[in-house]
């Protein structure tokens, strides 16, 4: 293995935890069970859990440390204060409110910068956060680039907003109808896709034109910063710490899952600069999470997540995460398997419309795929696709996203490279007998984020039936 290419682990392990098999008779039983849905298989049936990069880091002993010392005061806890120093040090934003995670921060800024009527563009949307947006009467709206919805297209930062979709509802809606503009770094939906420095600073001036702020969802910025110093000529010779801050002035504020790029179990926060903005947020705040000083979080976990945004910003770190990702996607690729190119900071995403070309959208197919997967192997992943995007609220019809995917979500220091090739060679084992994966229906549909805890069955066609009418033969049963 290429020491360069993909450099191995910039730690050494101190704790282990035994994970079990269980065998293919169990999980095949597990999964229907499960009703198809790998959200809600027990922990202990999964051999390798990429469902998520979402509180699944594994501490540092620093952090650990940290925990010991814990200010469990009600108000005023020293951890605040540490958290809070870190963050304006990183960030280099005003205010900080800590919040038990990340869509706790998305609750509190929705309420206070969305007027209902009001649009809220974003480059793709995030499950809870468009939700949070429309909750409060916003209008979500997309506007990044084409090139995001082309799955196969290898080129770099595909999270950008496309400067003209922005400029256009500025103009057709009007500013006063633009609650403000959210910038996902990176953006998750996409595959992870980073955002250049230059679209960041670029939306900065459109916007700045027409009095309208913007707020980043930092919840990868870590990753992002990465690929501006890797891919983004002027930044190579800049500490990631220094890339962060950059693409924070270009914003208004932010909001922040600490369970991602904190490399925390748990955790969130919310930031700004408005003093008006700022009153309203510890008004909510009280309500919805805790007092001001401590939000949603323990002293412990303020204190655990000050030192991982510290240790984020250490390039050893950052490299190795990003190229472990890389060295997953880069495997399927060479055995065939379609992928989301290129291959994002958290995740390889499997492109379920290719991989499965004989499912139509209505069956499912990355549901389906995701489910299969863990059958034949014990590897949980996760469904983004038609599932994931839910339902129009006026309409009630499904919403249809290009991008059909599955993803293969890497927890931070978990694994190792010798895990990513045993789900590299069950991927494209599973590849070679696709015709094998049947598509789903829905037995439960909840009414909001319904991919959580979505129940299916699979569609009972024999190919005959399929070959001769897909949509009638789904209809039918
Ligand atoms: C996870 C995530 C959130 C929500 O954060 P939680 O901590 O899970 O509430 C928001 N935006 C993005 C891009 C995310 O990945």
Known sequence: MDLFKYPAEPFRIKVVEPVKMVSCNDRERIIKEAGYNTFLISSEDVYIDLLTDSGTNAMSDSQWAGMMKGDEAYAGSRNFFHLESVIQDCFGFKYMIPTHQGRGAENILSQIAITPGQYVPGNMYFTTTRYHQERNGGIFYDIICDEAHDAGLNVPFKGNIDLDKLRNLINEKGAENIAYVCVAVTVNLAGGQPVSMENMRAVRELTQQHGIKVFFDATRCVENAYYIKEQEPGFEHKSIKEIVREMFSYADGCTMSGKKDGIVNIGGFLCMNDDDLFTQAKELVVVYEGMPSYGGMAGRDMEA?????????????????????????????????????????????????????????????????????????????????????????????????????????????????????????????????????????????????????ARFEEVNVNKSTAVKSGTLAHNSI
């Open 305 to 453: 997540l000050a030192i991982g945004l510290e240790e984020a910003m250490q390039y050893e770190y950052i490299e190795h995460r990003i190229k472990q990702v890389r060295y997953l996607g880069d495997r399927l690729r060479e055995a065939g398997v379609p992928i989301i190119e290129p291959v994002g900071g958290h995740a390889v995403f499997l492109d379920a419309k290719r991989f499965c070309p004989h499912l139509s959208q209505d069956q499912f197919p990355a549901q389906a795929l995701a489910a299969k997967l863990y059958a034949v192997s014990g590897v949980r992943s996760m469904e983004r696709g038609i599932v994931s995007a839910g339902r129009d609220k006026v309409t009630g019809k499904n919403h249809v996203p290009k991008l059909e995917t599955v993803r293969l979500t890497i927890p931070r220091r978990v694994y190792t490279y010798r895990h990513m090739d045993v789900v590299a060679d069950a991927v494209i084992n599973l590849f070679k007998q696709k015709e094998n994966i049947r598509g789903l229906k829905f037995v439960y549909e909840p009414r909001q984020l319904r991919f959580f805890t």
